[in-house]
């Protein structure tokens, strides 16, 4: 099992930013691949970013690419998304997720919004 936790939302401007965090506890974080998703109001769940394990391998959705940067401490069982240059299209509730064989593991959301 492993319990997952985000923090950081809130209301932002347009071209402001924001970090995401996601605490981790539970099976070995440091072996999980960690990835943030994003579901606007009225869509379905998207990708937003992805890192391996090591941090050595990250990928992006085109919409937050050169934008977002994910990271993580494997020390503090934390995973980041520190999101700049918003836009008002990124106003979701921002979910933190860990992948076993799919993405098995969803913390509760945090919502971003974006204002114009």
């Known amino acids: 099992q492993v319990q997952l936790v985000e923090s950081g939302g809130g209301l932002v401007q347009a071209g402001g930013s924001l970090r995401l965090s996601c605490a981790a506890s539970?099976?070995?974080?440091?072996?999980?691949?960690m990835g943030w998703f994003r579901q606007a109001p009225g869509k379905e769940r998207e990708f937003a970013a992805a890192i391996s394990w090591s941090g050595g391998s990250t990928s992006y959705a085109d919409s937050v690419k050169s934008r977002f940067t994910i990271s993580r401490d494997d020390a503090k069982n934390m995973v980041y998304l520190q999101m700049n240059s918003l836009k008002p299209e990124d106003t979701a509730v921002y979910y933190c997720a860990a992948k076993v064989v799919g993405w098995d593991y969803w913390g509760q959301g945090t919502q971003v919004t974006v204002s114009s």
């Open positions: 539970g099976r070995s974080f440091s072996r999980q691949i």
